[in-house]
C-alpha cells in the first residue's frame, strides 16, 4: 500500500496545476463563459506544445506515453481549475479508443494530428434517450459501395463546434440485442451534410447537436470491429467514468479550501462561522467525503494502469464522485450564504458544472446497477474457509 | 502509488485464517462485547489470547523486549482486519492491556512497572486484564473536568471519587485510572495524573450498570479511600492530560478493525440475500452496491491513516475522522441490514443462535451495540471536533 505520488507523478501535478493557474485563473473562466467557442485556443496551443495533448500518446506518435495515473492527476488539476477545453474530447473520448482499436494506418494519420498538432476532437453518441444506453444509438449508418451513409441526429456533443473530427456512433444493424449492431465512424467534421448548433447549458463547456444527413463516410474509417462498437464504447465509458471522477474530485477539493478559507475568516456573532459546530461538522464531512472521493478515483486508476482494471472500482469512483461534486457545491454556495448565491463567488463556477460532469462517465444508478452487477459473481471470504 | 498488499502481508493474512479454521467452531462469528457479557465467551476469549500471545500476534506492534515481533503498521492493519472479519476475541487484553495500556507504559512507564505489567499483558495471562476508568458522571465529552481526586499521603495516594461507564471493569485484574492530583488550577486540563489500581483494592466498589438491551458492559465504580501505592503513578504528576491524549489516540485507531467486521456483515447480508433471492430486486441492489461504496471508500481512509504513520507522519485528525467515518457506516449498515431481515430483525440479541436467528445475529446485534460504540472513545461528535480543530484548523467549537 502506498498513498504517495512518484517522483514523475508529482512532477506533472505540478507542471499541470502551475500552468492552470496561470493561463486559467477564475477571471479567464468567466470570460470564456461569454465566448461561443468555449475554449481559448492560445492556452490550447500552449497546452499542445508543452505536450499536455501528447500526455498519453505512445513516443512513436508524438506522445510522451505517460500512464493512465499521469492523466488521471492531469484531469484532478483540470477540474480544480475549472479549464473550459476541449481535452477531453480530444483525448479520453477519441485518442484513447484510437489508441486502443485503431488500425495502424488510423493511428499514424491521426495520434501525431493531437500530439503534436492539437487537432481537436469529439465523441458523438447521445441521444433522445440521453442514457449511456445502447438503445440510444438511433443514428443509421447504411452500406452502398464501400461507402457508409450516416443520417441521424447527435446530442451534447462536445466542442463538436470546434471539431476537426468526430468519432460517430451509429447503428448498422438492427438485432434482439441493442448491443449488437453498432459501428463507430471517424468523420471528417467538414464533410457534406454535418450541421452543428450550441445547446445552451451551464457548465458552457460547448455541448452541440449534430445532425448528419446523407453524410459519407469511407467504410476505411470504421474505427474497431464493424457491428461490435459497443465493445468500444464501454472502454471509453469506462476511462470517462474513472477520468470525469478525477476532474470532479480536483473540483472538489478546490472548492472546499475556498470554503474553509472563508468559514475561518467570515465573521457573525463576533467569531469566524467556522467556530460554529454546524458549519463545522459539516466541513467535516464534506473533508471525508472529499478524501474518500480522492482515494476511491486513485485506486481505480492505478488499477487500470497496473492493466487490471476493475469495473467495480471505476463505477464506485464516478458514483462517489456524483455524490460529492454536488453536494461540496451545493453547501460550498450554502455555507457561504447570500453572496455564495451571486456571480461574485468562485464557488458557483464549480457548481455551474455539477450536471455536465455528472452525466459524463455515468450517473448515479447506472453505477449502482453496474456495482450491483459485479457483487453477483462476489465471493465472500467466510465462505472460502470452509 | 499502489493499492495492494505485499507478499508477506498476504501471506499474514492466510496465516491468520488458518489459525481461525484451527481453533474456532465452523461459522464462528463473534459480536462485540461478547467476551464482557458472557462467562463463556469470556473464557474462550481468554483461551485466545493466551494462544494468539504464543504465535506472537496478540502484542505483535510491540518490540521485542516487550513480548512484541515489531510487526509492520501493515501487518497490524492486516490483523485488525482479519480480527473484525472472523470476530477474533480476547485481542484486546480487557478495555484494553494491548492497545494504549502497554504503549503507554513503554513511553511513560517506570522500568518497575515495565516489568511488572508488560510481561502478563504480552502473554495474554487473567493477570494482564485491564479497565480502563476515565468518564465520571458529570465528566463525559468533557473528559478534562474529571473530580476523582488522587490525595499523597507518604508514600501512597488516597483515591476519593467515582467513575462511571467503565467497560471489562468485572473482568479485569487491574485498573488504568485518570484522576485529579491537583485541584488548585487555573486550567482544568492542569492537575491530572493516570494510576494503576489494583481491582482488589480495599475500599474500591465495581457495581454492573446493564446496558438498555440488558447485556453488561458498563459498570460504575466508587472510590472509598482507595490506597494505591506512590510509585503506581504513571508518568510525571499532574502532567496526565497529555499522555491520556496519547493514550487515546491508540484507542481511537479501531478503523481497521471495524472495517473487517463491517465487510464480513455485509458479506452474510449479501449471502442471505441471494439465498432468500431477494438480491435481483432494484431497491436492494442499489443498497448493497450503495454499502459497497461506502465500505470500499471508509477502508481506503483507514489505510490512509495507517500509511501516514507507516511513514512517520504526524497522524492527529486522522483516527478520529475514520471513528466518526466508521460510526455513521455501522449505524447505516444495521439500518439496512435489519430491514432485510424483516421480521427476523427483532429478535432480542441476548438470545443468540435460535433456531429464528438469521445472519449469525450479528446484524440485530450490532444495531444496538453501534450506538454504544459510537460513544464510546469519544463520541462521533467529538471526534468532529478535533477534525475540525485540528484537520482542518477551523477555531476550537465549544
Known amino acids: 500500500m502506498d498513498f504517495a505520488l512518484e517522483k514523475d507523478q508529482e512532477l506533472i501535478k505540478k507542471s499541470a496545476r502551475e500552468f492552470f493557474e496561470k493561463e486559467c485563473p477564475k477571471d479567464k473562466v468567466r470570460e470564456l463563459r461569454e465566448?461561443?467557442?468555449?475554449?481559448?485556443?492560445?492556452?490550447?496551443?500552449?497546452?499542445?506544445?508543452?505536450?499536455?495533448?501528447?500526455?498519453?500518446?505512445?513516443?512513436?506518435?508524438?506522445?510522451?506515453?505517460?500512464?493512465?495515473?499521469?492523466?488521471?492527476?492531469?484531469?484532478?488539476?483540470?477540474?480544480?481549475?475549472?479549464?473550459?477545453?476541449?481535452?477531453?474530447?480530444?483525448?479520453?473520448?477519441?485518442?484513447?479508443?484510437?489508441?486502443?482499436?485503431?488500425?495502424?494506418?488510423?493511428?499514424?494519420?491521426?495520434?501525431?494530428?493531437?500530439?503534436?498538432?492539437?487537432?481537436?476532437?469529439?465523441?458523438?453518441?447521445?441521444?433522445?434517450?440521453?442514457?449511456?444506453?445502447?438503445?440510444?444509438i438511433k443514428l443509421k449508418a447504411t452500406l452502398d459501395n464501400d461507402e457508409y451513409t450516416l443520417n441521424g441526429t447527435k446530442l451534447f456533443v462536445p466542442y463538436a463546434s470546434a471539431a476537426k473530427y468526430f468519432l460517430v456512433v451509429a447503428r448498422t444493424s438492427e438485432g434482439e440485442n441493442p448491443e449488437e449492431g453498432i459501428t463507430l465512424f471517424i468523420v471528417d467534421s467538414k464533410t457534406d451534410g454535418i450541421e452543428t448548433e450550441i445547446i445552451p447549458t451551464t457548465a458552457r463547456d460547448v455541448r452541440c447537436e449534430v445532425k448528419f444527413t446523407n453524410v459519407k463516410v469511407p467504410k476505411k474509417n470504421i474505427l474497431g470491429e464493424p457491428e461490435n462498437g459497443w465493445k468500444i464504447v464501454d472502454y471509453v465509458f469506462q476511462n470517462t467514468a474513472v477520468l470525469k471522477a478525477a476532474e470532479m474530485s480536483g473540483g472538489a477539493q478546490a472548492a472546499f479550501s475556498i470554503v474553509n478559507k472563508y468559514a475561518k475568516e467570515r465573521k457573525q456573532f463576533d467569531k469566524p462561522i467556522g467556530s460554529l459546530q454546524a458549519v463545522q461538522f459539516k466541513l467535516v464531512d464534506l473533508l471525508t467525503d472529499i478524501d474518500e472521493l480522492k482515494y476511491l478515483v486513485h485506486e481505480a486508476a492505478w488499477n487500470i494502469n497496473a492493466g487490471s482494471p476493475s469495473r467495480k472500482l471505476n463505477s464506485m469512483a464516478k458514483a462517489k464522485a456524483n455524490a460529492v461534486y454536488h453536494d461540496m457545491c451545493y453547501h460550498g454556495i450554502f455555507l457561504?450564504?447570500?453572496?455564495?448565491?451571486?456571480?461574485?463567488?468562485?464557488?458557483?463556477?464549480?457548481?455551474?458544472?455539477?450536471?455536465?460532469?455528472?452525466?459524463?462517465?455515468?450517473?448515479?444508478?447506472i453505477h449502482m446497477e453496474k456495482i450491483a452487477k459485479e457483487l453477483e459473481s462476489y465471493q465472500p471470504d467466510f465462505l472460502n474457509l470452509k | 502509488m499502489e493499492f495492494q498488499f505485499g507478499e508477506k502481508e498476504e501471506k499474514f493474512r492466510s496465516e491468520i485464517r488458518e489459525f481461525v479454521k484451527d481453533n474456532f467452531p465452523p461459522d464462528y462469528f463473534g459480536h462485540l462485547f461478547d467476551e464482557e457479557m458472557d462467562d463463556d465467551a469470556w473464557d474462550f476469549a481468554m483461551s485466545i489470547s493466551k494462544k494468539l500471545s504464543q504465535k506472537k500476534w496478540l502484542t505483535m506492534s510491540w518490540p521485542e523486549e516487550y513480548g512484541g515481533t515489531g510487526a509492520s503498521t501493515w501487518e497490524r492493519v492486516v490483523f485488525g482486519e482479519e480480527a473484525g472479519y472472523w470476530g477474533i476475541p480476547g485481542i484486546s487484553m480487557g478495555i484494553s492491556g494491548t492497545a494504549w495500556v502497554g504503549p503507554s507504559l513503554m513511553l511513560f512507564g517506570t522500568k518497575e512497572q515495565q516489568d511488572k505489567y508488560i510481561p502478563s499483558i504480552a502473554a495474554g495471562e487473567p493477570d494482564g486484564v485491564w479497565c480502563t476508568a476515565y468518564s465520571e458522571p458529570d465528566s463525559g465529552s468533557d473528559l478534562a473536568s474529571l473530580q476523582t481526586f488522587a490525595q499523597k499521603e507518604g508514600d501512597e495516594y488516597v483515591i476519593n471519587g467515582q467513575k462511571v461507564w467503565t467497560s471489562c471493569a468485572h473482568r479485569a485484574r487491574w485498573m488504568w485510572l485518570a484522576c485529579r492530583t491537583n485541584a488548585e488550577v487555573t486550567k482544568k486540563h492542569h492537575g491530572l495524573s493516570l494510576f494503576i489500581v489494583d481491582m482488589k483494592s480495599k475500599g474500591l466498589t465495581v457495581n454492573p450498570i446493564k446496558n438498555f438491551v440488558g447485556g453488561h458492559v458498563f459498570n460504575e465504580i466508587f472510590f472509598k479511600d482507595v490506597r494505591v501505592p506512590a510509585n503506581n503513578l504513571v508518568g510525571e504528576e499532574n502532567k496526565g492530560w497529555a499522555q491520556l491524549m496519547t493514550a487515546l489516540s491508540f484507542e481511537r485507531g479501531v478503523a481497521i478493525t471495524f472495517c473487517g467486521r463491517a465487510r464480513r456483515i455485509f458479506d452474510e447480508l449479501l449471502c442471505y440475500a441471494k439465498e432468500i433471492d431477494i438480491f435481483y430486486k432494484p431497491e436492494i441492489r442499489q443498497k448493497f452496491a450503495d454499502l459497497a461504496m461506502d465500505l470500499e471508500a471508509a477502508k481506503l481512509l483507514a489505510y490512509e491513516a495507517a500509511w501516514k504513520d507507516h511513514m512517520g507522519m504526524t497522524v492527529i485528525h486522522e483516527p478520529s475522522r475514520d471513528k466518526a467515518n466508521f460510526d455513521i457506516l455501522l449505524e447505516k449498515l444495521t439500518r439496512i441490514g435489519t430491514n432485510m431481515l424483516g421480521a427476523f430483525s427483532q429478535l432480542d440479541p441476548l438470545n443468540k443462535d435460535t433456531r429464528w436467528t438469521r445472519v449469525k445475529g450479528a446484524v440485530e446485534h450490532l444495531y444496538y451495540y453501534c450506538i454504544g460504540m459510537a460513544i464510546a472513545a469519544g463520541t462521533t461528535f467529538t471526534q468532529k471536533t478535533i477534525v475540525g480543530q485540528f484537520g482542518l484548523q477551523q477555531p476550537k467549537s465549544y
Open chain 1, 336 to 365: 457561504h450564504g447570500a453572496i455564495g448565491w451571486t456571480e461574485e463567488m468562485d464557488i458557483g463556477l464549480y457548481h455551474l458544472r455539477t450536471r455536465s460532469l455528472e452525466f459524463e462517465g455515468g450517473g448515479t444508478d
Open chain 1, 35 to 136: 465566448d461561443p467557442k468555449g475554449y481559448d485556443p492560445n492556452m490550447w496551443k500552449k497546452m499542445t506544445s508543452l505536450g499536455f495533448l501528447g500526455l498519453i500518446i505512445p513516443e512513436q506518435y508524438g506522445g510522451t506515453e505517460g500512464e493512465f495515473i499521469d492523466l488521471m492527476l492531469f484531469m484532478e488539476e483540470i477540474g480544480r481549475n475549472l479549464v473550459p477545453s476541449p481535452f477531453f474530447s480530444t483525448v479520453v473520448l477519441c485518442g484513447m479508443p484510437l489508441m486502443e482499436f485503431g488500425t495502424n494506418e488510423q493511428k499514424d494519420t491521426f495520434l501525431p494530428e493531437i500530439a503534436e498538432k492539437g487537432k481537436i476532437w469529439s465523441f458523438a453518441q447521445t441521444e433522445q434517450l440521453a442514457n449511456h444506453e445502447p438503445e440510444d
